[in-house]
């Protein structure tokens, strides 16, 4: 935002300046024109800036004003407004866990400003106002988190907790989190599933060398309940071929599907608010 300087505020400077050089006498050295308007300018764009909850602008302009070519006055006044916006700047202490660990490599962000790479403990400057952040980790499933930022808190802590990616999600390995394959029913119906095989294997033989007996000793002429007989050992070869390879199947299902985790914590935030007079604390979470 361009904010224009006010000619009487100019002017005021200027006969300031000067008023300062004639008391001052001979030794004292002018300051050139453009950085008394400078002054002036960044004089009324500060308060603007403050008053509007641009502090961290209103800080860096500050120091312009604050500056040894500027009067006097201003400077006593810009020095005076340092202060204050320092202390009316929020300021923000970010922690995340994860299944009761400290995480640190997180990153925090404001839609697409980055705020910062990792989690480090350390304090985070932001202007008063609504904010959405984002938080986002290896392995971890993002979250956001809406804040109101009030205009002098400081160091205020705020907490996240971060969920795990799903376990069946493919390339994600949850960091923490050690899951197991239970054995159990893969166990069990793989080896319903090879003895179906070799069940159908050995009834198979069993039905072609009984086939190829009739057929050397009483074809075509052979009885019914021979017949029969060969046919069922060839019927009961196929019903076991069908188990074995029903049994493997489900072995191989049950192998990649079944993991025993540690079940998650639910998502959850504490937001802990300190203030000069009081400590304030809050929780939430998703359940």
Known sequence: MSVKFSPVLAA???????AARAQGGAESSPAPAPAIAACAKAYEQAQVQRKTGQLVAAR??????????????????CDAWYTAVQNELPTLVFTAQSLGRDLTDVRVSIGSRLLADRIDGQAIELDPGEYDF?????????????LLIARGEQNRLVRVELLPVAAGDPGHEVPGVH??????????????GVAGLAG?????AWGHSSESKLQDTCSPYC??????????KYLLA???????IASLAAGAYFFFSSRAETPP????GLDVRASPNAVSASYGGTF
């Open 12 to 18: 005021l400077v200027l006969l300031s300046s000067a």
């Open 60 to 77: 860096q302009t500050l120091q312009l004003c604050a500056d040894d070519a500027c009067p006097a006055f201003v400077r006593e006044d």
């Open 134 to 146: 984002d938080f986002n980790a290896a392995g971890m499933q993002p979250q956001s988190l809406h």
């Open 179 to 192: 899951s197991r394959r239970s054995w159990l029913l893969p166990g069990i119906f793989t080896g319903v």
């Open 200 to 204: 159908f294997g050995a009834l198979g």
């Open 223 to 232: 009885s019914k309940s021979d017949i029969s007989s060969v046919r069922t």
């Open 238 to 244: 196929d019903v076991s071929l069908g188990v074995g």
């Open 265 to 268: 914590s639910h998502a959850a």
